[in-house]
């Protein structure tokens, strides 16, 4: 702790910024009312002059309208951000000194910039370059890098605090980066329904990922608690912070809908707008527009676990790289989709067959199909004389024509007719027009190859999480609808449905236009004694635990499973954790245990159809706890003997903060 002057003067700071804070944010409140009440009164004014005013100064006034309530929702946003800062105006700060200065520029440290009325900055951001060196460096030497190049300087003070409005809890110096204090106290405390900010404990290695290069391709492998996830959410809030971008420029790619709305607090709470969220599974239904129905991942891992060896075996294979080239290979034959070229008549124009086959098999012969159909109708349009307004729908209408010129268009028959040719199984269905989701992602590569898909090229930059849950093929297709720089995290050792290793990831680095591979070894979410179990049960070899101590990890053969959860609930309850989770390695155990465990009170049962994660004890299968946290974990399950039990127990073991319980049933 510091002494008792230097303690008193940085309760004079934090009172002058406290103070700060609560101008501004009376001063936007008083001009979110005066844009209230003008937006009010032109409301009403156009309402009772509707009739009155010609069309004109009717938009001339519905435009002011507009501007007034675009202008409103500016104040509303700098009120928001405002408010999370006056919860906690900093947190940290560091003394530097250039090279070329000669004092020391004391730079508070926080979730976003304040100056003072004279223009002086009371609190960075810390986002700002600057700041960096906060994360990065020990007393001493240091450097950064600024618009104008790299600076060079010296640190003599680092210092971390616990603000809480104008209080202040406490502050103390610290020669290391992150103090360990620090990150015990935030790590030991319980867990929520949501995802937190970490940005006051922002590790040096997980800094360089949030601060990397903006148009440069990453690939992050991360083990389990290695804070991947919320290292994704913070590069987003810097990249919002460092572009001058909207959060509609920014996409995240996430496993679920329960996963999105789990992460859906963070960037808010560092005082930025949720950016645009998705899913595999979304995105194949948009492109399949409900043409063909399919099943969900987490009903696929189901099968799995539930003993379908021989899908076990077509799953595995149909996610690897050997079963993506062949079906390039089949699809890059010009025999398997055959064009025959036929003359295409609008109105007194012809555009002769010889032509177009010229076209199809000569001049854009390098191009798929779908971008040999695009162009070709775009060259068909040229030839011909057209008002403007009508290219649209035309060129709708030629590439309709020019379709009906493959011998095959239905993407399953194509598909079907791949796996007959390389000697697998047809069965594609899981039950009457519902597609297995191994071959979901084939199938969308067959359409694009062959119809093309939506690109967004207005989206700026994407995160993809999870990235081992994702076929080779499902990946190339997120690429290709967001072309991109492109941010890509996961951990090879929670894949469950095929063995993955280090060599792949080199691989998949290069495929993915030679990304940045870089590997986070050290895990903080949950005690040492939990994090060595967990790494002991798939032999993970390599791993640095961060040193935060609890319970021994809990082992009990069942003999009354109800008797036995009710008590190790009640354990969990008296040691004041709020978030008990029970997992289940599938959701038909799931349901059982929670339609057959009428003892249990107050439990609620978690589907991958659940939006928003409930509060208090749960009962969730291990097919969609990925990316979760709970403060105890129950793991009920049989004891794993194969690489896809292990690995399944290994995701589950991983969900927890402090106590870990494992339930072996016959």
Request: one cysteine or more; charged letters at 30%.
């Amino acid at each position: 702790m510091l002494e008792n002057d230097e303690l008193e003067k940085e309760k004079v700071y934090l009172e002058k910024v406290s103070n700060t804070l609560k101008n501004k944010l009376n001063f936007l409140n008083k001009t979110y009312q005066n844009y209230s009440e003008r937006t009010h009164e032109l409301s009403k004014f156009i309402a009772d002059n509707f009739y009155d005013m010609d069309a004109q100064e009717a938009a001339v006034q519905r435009n002011l309208l507009d501007n007034l309530n675009l202008e409103k929702e500016d104040v509303s946003q700098a009120i928001f951000k405002v408010s999370k800062q006056n919860e906690r105006a900093y947190f940290g700060r560091v003394d530097f000194k250039e090279e070329s200065e000669e004092s020391y520029q004391k730079c508070y440290i926080g979730i976003s910039y304040l100056e003072n009325t004279e223009g002086f900055p009371y609190v960075l951001d810390w986002r700002a370059p600057i700041s960096s060196v906060y994360y990065d460096y020990e007393l001493g030497k240091a450097e950064y890098f600024a618009p104008d190049g790299k600076i060079r300087g010296d640190i003599n003070l680092k210092r971390q605090y616990k603000v809480e409005g104008d209080k202040l809890i406490y502050a103390f110096d610290s020669s290391l980066t992150i103090n360990d204090e620090i990150l015990q106290n935030t790590l030991g405390q319980n867990s929520t329904s949501k995802m937190k900010e970490i940005v006051s404990t922002i590790q040096k290695e997980q800094n360089q990922i949030i601060r990397s290069s903006d148009f440069e391709n990453l690939l992050v492998q991360g083990i389990a608690g290695s804070g991947k996830t919320s290292i994704a959410l913070h590069r987003v809030a810097y990249l919002l912070y460092k572009n001058k971008i909207s959060s509609k420029d920014i996409v995240i790619v996430s496993p679920s809908s329960l996963f999105s709305d789990y992460i859906s607090d963070v960037l808010p709470e560092l005082g930025e707008q949720n950016v645009q969220s998705t899913t595999f599974e979304e995105i194949a239904r948009e492109e399949l527009q409900s043409i063909i129905n399919f099943e969900s991942r987490a009903d696929m891992i189901e099968d799995l676990l539930l003993g379908n060896v021989e899908r076990a075996k077509e799953v595995s294979y149909k996610e690897g790289s050997e079963f993506f080239d062949s079906l390039k290979t089949f699809l890059n034959n010009a025999t398997t989709l055959s064009f025959e070229a036929k003359d295409v008549n609008l109105g007194d124009k012809k555009i002769k067959a010889d032509v177009i086959n010229n076209l199809y098999n000569e001049r854009y012969k390098s191009k798929i199909p779908a971008v040999r159909i695009e162009w070709i109708a775009d060259y068909i349009i040229d030839q011909i004389e057209l008002e403007q307004k009508n290219v649209e729908a035309l060129s709708k209408r030629i590439k309709k024509v020019l379709l009906g010129m493959f011998k095959i268009t239905n993407i399953t028959e194509i598909y079907l007719t791949f796996l007959n040719a390389i000697g697998m199984s047809l069965d594609i269905f899981a039950r009457k027009n519902v597609l297995h989701f191994e071959d979901v992602a084939p199938i969308l590569y067959i359409k694009d190859f062959l119809l093309g898909t939506t690109q967004f090229k207005e989206v700026k930059f994407a995160i993809i999480d999870e990235m081992q849950d994702y076929s080779e093929i499902a990946l190339s297709l997120i690429s290709k609808r967001y072309p991109c720089p492109k941010t890509i995290l996961g951990d090879i050792y929670q894949s469950v449905e095929r063995i993955l290793n280090h060599q792949y990831l080199e691989i998949l680095a290069r495929e993915l236009n030679e990304a940045k591979l870089i590997k986070l070894a050290k895990t903080y979410r949950s005690t040492k004694e939990i994090t060595e179990y967990c790494q002991n049960l798939i032999g993970l070899k390599g791993a640095i635990n961060f040193d935060r101590h609890g319970d021994e990890v809990k082992f009990i053969n069942s003999e009354n499973l109800n008797f036995e959860l009710s008590q190790e609930i009640e354990i969990c309850k008296s040691k004041n954790f709020k978030h008990i989770a029970i997992i289940t390695p599938t959701m038909k155990e799931a349901e059982s245990l929670y339609i057959n465990s009428p003892s249990l009170e107050n439990v609620t049962l978690v589907s991958d159809l659940t939006s928003e994660l409930p509060e208090g004890v749960i009962i969730i299968p291990s097919t969609i706890c990925k990316g979760l946290e709970f403060d105890c974990v129950i793991s009920v399950r049989k004891t794993p003997k194969n690489y896809l039990q292990k690995n399944t127990e290994y995701i589950t073991a991983t969900r927890a903060l402090h106590r870990l319980c494992i339930i072996d049933i016959k």
